[in-house]
Structure formats: C-alpha cells, structure tokens
C-alpha cells in the first residue's frame, strides 16, 4: 500500500530476487509482470492450496480455444534431465475486458490442476473430471463449460464462474488490495468464449449414463437429456447438471 494509501499499480510492485542491471524499475516490465504473476500464485497457494503445490514456470501463451491451460513436466533444468516443473500459461488475448479477478481465478482455475496432478487422479487429456470439480467448487470457482451457472461441470473444455461467497473471492480481494495487473494484448479477443464443450454421445445410443461431479448420483436418460442433482443445486444454490459418462 502507498504512503497516500492508494493501491500499488503494476510498476511498483516487484520480485526481491531481480537484479537491477542498471535499468529503472518502472521500465523493467517483463520482470514485473511476471513477478506479480509468481505472487499471485504463491499468496493463492498459501491461501487456498495450504502452501502444499510446487513451484512451477508461469508463462503467457497466445491459445486459439483457452484463457490458460496446465501442463505437465513441460519444462526441465538445463543439464539435469530428470529435473522437471509444470507449466502454467495465461492467454493475455483473453485479459481484454475481463477484470484482474477474473483473470486471477484463471491462474486458481489451472493451479487445481496442479493440485490435482499432485495429489489426485487427473482425467485423460484434457478432460476436466468430478474429482476436479468438486476441488473447485471447494475452493470457491464452480465450474462449467459456458463459464455461467447451468453449464456441465465436466468435459474437455469447461471454464468456471466465481462463487461470491466463495473462498477464492475474499483472498483475491486481499490480494488486489496490494497488485494491480497492468498488461493486455493489443488486440483484444475472448478465444475462450467461442470455445465449446466437445463431449459427444453417439446418436445410436438409446440410453446414457450420467452422473453427478459432486455427489456421484447416477441416472440413465436420453444422450441429450440436461438433467440436474436436485440435492447438490439445492447445496450450491446453482443448477448442477449431471454430466455424460463416456
């Protein structure tokens, strides 16, 4: 916080661990970006994930269908071969018109998906499972797949929306009241928002099972019922759509 206390902007608010070189700090904007990208994701880590995920190598990646992504061991120390991190990208195309909460829960979004390689049983692919979702909705970000409420919360593309009462929503304001993020693309662009939910059901199928991401519940309907877990809307106060088991 300023001496006026006004929120720092970007500019001001800098790794310990950069070395000067000689260059003014309000013009050293590739390592300020990217430091307050890291403490972004070591206060969420504290916050949200007890400090229990690893370090990894956070980058900003232009992707044709997503605000981020996650993967695993994309990167590995020069010389030591079997010394591996994680890779986490955010799509700057993607912070266009979206606020720097929104752009932060989609740092959360893809850390649980560290939290799940770690810990958990991540889908095949790119595939966003129950054990996923339910993690999410725990920490405050429901998913689905048209980031609103009443989308599936599984799938291969599934995107998420911020619960206001949620955990994610009170450390985020914490961490906003220090940090503000400053950059964008040039052309502004939502890739993310043309994206659709790729799970198919064969058309010769007379019957499908579908299950609930947060409870478990099976039910078996039609490959195109849309078909809600009245205990779990009732909990979450949103429509939880069971999701088609492939």
Same mark, same amino acid.
């Given at each position: 916080?300023?001496?006026?206390?006004?929120?720092?902007?970007? &500019?001001?608010?800098?790794?310990? $661990?950069?070395? $000067? =070189?000689?260059?003014?700090?309000?013009?050293?904007?590739?390592?300020?970006?990217? /430091?307050?990208?890291?403490? =972004?994701?070591?206060?969420?880590?504290?916050?949200?994930?007890?400090?229990?995920?690893?370090?990894?190598?956070?980058?900003?990646?232009?992707?044709?269908?997503?605000?981020?992504?996650?993967?695993?061991?994309?990167?590995?120390?020069?010389?030591? =071969?079997?010394?591996?991190?994680?890779?986490?990208?955010?799509?700057?195309?993607?912070?266009?018109?979206?606020?720097?909460?929104?752009?932060?829960? @989609?740092?959360?979004?893809?850390?649980?998906?560290?939290?799940?390689?770690?810990?958990?049983?991540?889908?095949?692919?790119?595939?966003?499972?129950?054990?996923? =979702?339910?993690?999410?909705?725990?920490?405050?970000?429901?998913?689905?797949?048209?980031?609103?409420?009443?989308? /599936?919360? @599984?799938?291969?593309?599934?995107?998420?929306?911020?619960?206001?009462?949620?955990?994610?929503?009170?450390? &985020?304001?914490?961490?906003?009241?220090?940090?503000?993020?400053?950059?964008?693309?040039?052309?502004?662009?939502?890739?993310?928002?043309?994206?659709? $939910?790729?799970?198919?059901?064969?058309?010769?199928? @007379?019957?499908?099972?579908?299950? &609930?991401?947060? &409870?478990?519940? $099976?039910?078996?309907?039609?490959?195109?019922?849309?078909?809600?877990?009245?205990?779990?809307?009732?909990?979450?106060?949103?429509?939880?759509?069971?999701?088609?088991?492939?």
């Amino acid at each position: 916080m300023s001496p006026t206390g006004e929120p720092h902007e970007l &500019c001001i608010v800098q790794s310990k $661990n950069v070395i $000067n =070189a000689g260059v003014p700090t309000e013009r050293r904007l590739t390592a300020l970006e990217y /430091s307050t990208l890291q403490d =972004a994701y070591d206060h969420f880590n504290r916050t949200l994930f007890d400090g229990h995920l690893p370090q990894v190598l956070i980058t900003l990646q232009r992707h044709a269908h997503a605000r981020g992504y996650f993967a695993r061991d994309r990167f590995r120390r020069r010389g030591r =071969a079997l010394a591996h991190i994680h890779e986490v990208a955010l799509n700057p195309d993607c912070f266009g018109g979206r606020s720097d909460q929104e752009i932060l829960s @989609t740092l959360v979004h893809e850390m649980a998906h560290v939290w799940q390689e770690e810990y958990g049983h991540p889908g095949r692919g790119r595939y966003h499972n129950r054990e996923w =979702a339910s993690f999410m909705y725990g920490i405050g970000l429901m998913p689905s797949s048209t980031g609103k409420p009443g989308g /599936s919360v @599984t799938g291969d593309h599934v995107s998420h929306y911020i619960l206001d009462d949620g955990p994610f929503a009170g450390v &985020c304001r914490a961490f906003l009241e220090r940090y503000r993020l400053a950059w964008e693309s040039a052309t502004v662009s939502d890739p993310a928002s043309h994206s659709r $939910n790729r799970s198919v059901v064969g058309k010769s199928q @007379t019957r499908t099972k579908f299950t &609930c991401p947060i &409870c478990g519940l $099976n039910v078996w309907a039609k490959p195109d019922a849309a078909v809600d877990c009245h205990s779990c809307s009732q909990e979450v106060g949103e429509p939880v759509v069971l999701c088609p088991v492939e």
